[in-house]
């Protein structure tokens, strides 16, 4: 489709539910997403919703795709911002991705965090769609990763930002932002990034 090619009535729709399906299965996770509840969200009839998906799950896995897309972007976009500020684009995805404003969007946030602890209990379907998610991330912070990064470094700091949202979002108060940079302070001594871009 162009860009001078507006989206048809039903790809307006199919992009509602799935906004409203992304909102809700990174605040509730997978068993909270009710179809009827996300029509509803959606602003379109519960009898509608087979016209887009054949089932609930396969709601939930393009749910789950789409929501990773947009946090991508999003933190692509933030990653943007701070290198123009002069950060190198490692320590801007760690800066941007363990912040208070990512904390407090578990509705737009990395699904990822949201939901990594029950990937690994959904369907087959589910789980592929989710690993590629995790994937989606690890490259992310291989692609903003020095040349000459030791073999693992993606993986080590992309699960260090997932757990350390994962365990902000369990605290209260203060404890929360704690969480979020000492997480922060341990990643960017442990790969020794300075402030500004090389």
């Keep these: ?49 087979y016209a887009h998906f054949e089932s609930r799950e396969a709601l939930l896995a393009e749910a789950v795709a789409f929501a990773g897309a947009r946090s991508i972007e999003r933190m692509q976009a933030r990653m943007r911002q701070l290198t123009g500020q002069g950060m190198s684009p490692l320590r801007a995805l760690i800066e941007g991705y363990l912040s208070e404003a990512h904390l407090a969007a578990v509705e737009q946030g990395c699904p990822v965090a949201a939901l990594a602890s029950e990937m690994p209990r ?8 989710s690993a590629r998610r995790i994937q989606d991330l690890v490259d992310l912070v291989g692609d903003a990763l020095p040349a000459g990064s030791r073999p693992g470094a993606a993986v080590a700091i992309a699960s260090t930002m997932m757990g350390g949202m994962q365990m902000a979002r369990m605290f209260e108060g203060a404890r929360r932002g704690e969480v979020l940079r000492d997480c922060r302070d341990a990643l960017l001594a442990q790969y020794d990034l300075g402030g500004t871009s090389a």
């Design 1 to 49: 489709m162009s860009s001078d090619t507006k989206p048809s009535r039903r790809d307006q729709s199919h992009e509602r539910i799935l906004d409203a399906a992304a909102r809700a299965v990174c605040r509730d996770g997978y068993a909270g997403v009710g179809v009827a509840a996300v029509m509803k969200e959606a602003g379109l009839t519960h009898g509608g919703f």
């Design 122 to 129: 959904a369907g087959a379907g589910l789980r592929d769609v």
